[in-house]
DNA sequence: TATATTTTTGCACGTTTTTGCGTATTACTG
DNA sequence: CAGTAATACGCAAAAACGTGCAAAAATATA
């Protein structure tokens, strides 16, 4: 992690000084300025700072050690809000697919509460934070996508979604229009999220409302096809948008 | 666990202190720091501090998200010396079996220096070390072990094995017995290996000088099935001990 | 208690890593 | 497009490291 106690102190400097200077750090820390420069350039190859001509600033969220958490999860509290409505439709003893959407990675917060769940899912994401649970958890296998590389797609990962028939499938999408077509990016995700709903009880969307009105790349199914619509706003607001909509969750 | 009252000692103040020089540790224990620095590399075989030029800290396993990356191996100076002999081993382009063992989490390492690799495993925390990599990744897909949660077991977890074969795989063992008889002690993790076996070109066993002359619950294989033996001693001491060998690598 | 055996310690020495300086290169500034 | 400041890079010196070895300490054995 740190190459030595230099770099520790350049950090603890940084959280008190906001922007500090290669001369200010080489002075305050008794060493050259290559040195100081040095480690800065360590620093920066780990993401815990930004650099610029003269000096040097620290990146927040500095909870990167891991791949994965370093990728940004977008509208995080968005989904936090989503995670918790989906939990209410999570009963004990219940097999849940969840696809590659960070979405679904909140849900599988939510699963930790529950008990005796099964977790069927591509996303490497939920199987290394559920390896910690004693939930009983299936991976699909398949190639780790290359576009988003914390998910399993291909031909093999179909198989596990057509061998069980789960209770439950939260997934998400990259956009949901006016007439009620979801959309996806990447076509092989598309592929494998088709077998999961078509192998599914209740079919659960997740979507922020930034995505709606949208359109993307590939159509993954229309709102007709599922059972729950899930946002982070209020029941209220999302209905005005969307006429003919299937039972919507708060 | 710890050798003396010293490692506990250290232990102790870095508990405290982020971050502690050779120095200071030496002069805080009233010892020398040849003796300090054997203390640093027994605790940092166990996983338990993180060595850097200089002084060391605390390896943080409290991780949330990704429970393993940072989770503490046995005899981790054993296992860098085999992963460098077994990266040597290595062609680029090659398609890699690994299988579940820590063992092999280290010779994933030596593959992020190789281009145009190729890697099958069923072990979660090789995939999530990978997902960083430009090599290709394949998942075996099945469950998620319960003795040892961070890999892939079952019918499902055999299916990409006996589909791909690997030119070289890559497994460790519980056990190498005098007669020359692999062992293991979980019946599906012995399982999902012979699978591999059978389907990979070079077969490498991966055995610290631990476990020779011991033997487990579940036979895995004969040493006369596998193409090289890889341990962290000299060859010269190892075959002393096993007369028939395979070709030995250092 | 005395003696043998094993383990630990500290020092010396060869090796590896880091440091700081000089210099070439690159990036901002007017 | 100069002129200056910051940075990157090569190299020799310094610091830190690992290891073998003999002395010391701890442990076992008689």
């Not at 809000?81 to 679904?104: P, R, T, W, Y």
Request: aromatic share 8%.
């Amino acid at each position: 992690m740190y190459r030595n106690e230099r770099e520790h102190e350049i950090i603890k400097i940084l959280s008190t000084e906001k922007y500090v200077t290669v001369k200010q750090l080489s002075t305050l820390l008794y060493t050259s300025e290559s040195s100081i420069r040095r480690d800065l350039t360590s620093l920066e190859n780990q993401g815990m700072v930004a650099r610029s001509y003269g000096g040097v600033e620290l990146v927040k969220n500095t909870s990167q050690i891991l791949p994965f958490s370093t990728r940004a999860h977008h509208n995080i509290a968005a989904k936090k809000i989503m995670a918790k409505k989906a939990g209410s439709l999570i009963q004990d003893g219940n097999i849940v697919f969840l696809d590659q959407s960070s979405s679904a990675f909140f849900v599988a917060y939510e699963l930790l509460k529950k008990s005796q769940i099964t977790v069927v899912t591509n996303n490497i994401e939920i199987i290394a934070l559920l390896s910690q649970s004693d939930a009983e958890v299936i991976s699909s296998g398949g190639r780790l996508s290359r576009s988003n590389r914390n998910c399993l797609v291909g031909d093999d990962s179909h198989h596990i979604f057509s061998q069980i028939h789960a209770d439950i499938l939260f997934f998400s999408a990259k956009a949901l229009s006016h007439d009620g077509i979801v959309y996806d990016c990447a076509r092989e995700e598309v592929c494998v999220r088709n077998t999961m709903l078509a192998n599914a009880g209740k079919k659960v969307l997740l979507c922020d409302s930034e995505k709606f009105g949208r359109t993307s790349g590939y159509r993954q199914c229309s709102v007709r096809d599922i059972d729950y619509l899930i946002t982070e706003r209020e029941r209220q607001e999302v209905y005005t948008k969307f006429q003919e909509l299937p039972q919507m969750i708060l």
